[in-house]
């Protein structure tokens, strides 16, 4: 599958998060301004999946190894700029595993090789250094992005505009 296809194919089945928003108003949630895209796809959708980690990308190294199945990776990275929680290498895995993206309170590196992925990336910063893997990180626990709060099973819809969570229930009445 090239990148424009999976761009195609995500633009067709994506609800931007403006109209997101004014449907759902008050009940939506969204995170605050200040992510920036990384992959070559900037629309992305899916069912939420969490790590929780300060400076170590264990978890999100060994997740995205896994079956993605569409779903999108947040990691809560507690806004840290002095290293990086995923690089080229990682992000690769990411696509061969079907992620749909992923979505860092904190930084990337290998910006030139993630632009080229058709992965959904959005992140804080690039930094050149990596995290230290000191095996630590939860995974599947409620985090905190900058304005929301992030449940595993939560829909994330991530384009230029920002990012909406929605509850699954919510998102099954867009259907």
């Known amino acids: 599958m090239t990148i424009d296809q999976t761009a195609a194919e995500q633009t067709a089945t994506f609800t931007p998060t403006c109209d997101l928003f004014d449907r759902f108003k008050d009940d939506a949630r969204y995170v605050l301004p200040g992510f920036r895209d990384f992959g070559a796809v900037t629309r992305f959708t899916g069912p939420v999946v969490t790590v929780k980690c300060l400076e170590d990308n264990s978890r999100v190294k060994e997740l995205l190894a896994t079956p993605g199945a569409g779903r999108v990776l947040v990691v809560d990275g507690a806004g840290s700029l002095r290293c990086a929680l995923m690089g080229d290498m990682i992000a690769a895995s990411a696509v061969k595993n079907g992620w749909a993206g992923v979505v860092i309170w904190g930084c990337v590196r290998d910006v030139?090789?993630?632009?080229?992925?058709?992965?959904?990336?959005?992140?804080?910063?690039?930094?050149?250094?990596?995290s230290t893997r000191r095996?630590?990180?939860?995974?599947?626990?409620?985090?905190?992005l900058p304005g929301a709060a992030v449940r595993p099973g939560d829909i994330l819809f991530a384009d230029e505009d920002g990012i909406v969570l929605l509850a699954p229930e919510q998102a099954a009445a867009l259907k």
Do not use: C, M, N, Y
């Open 112 to 130: 030139t090789e993630l632009a080229a992925l058709p992965l959904g990336i959005k992140a804080l910063a690039s930094i050149p250094r990596a």
């Open 135 to 144: 095996d630590q990180g939860l995974v599947d626990v409620a985090v905190d």
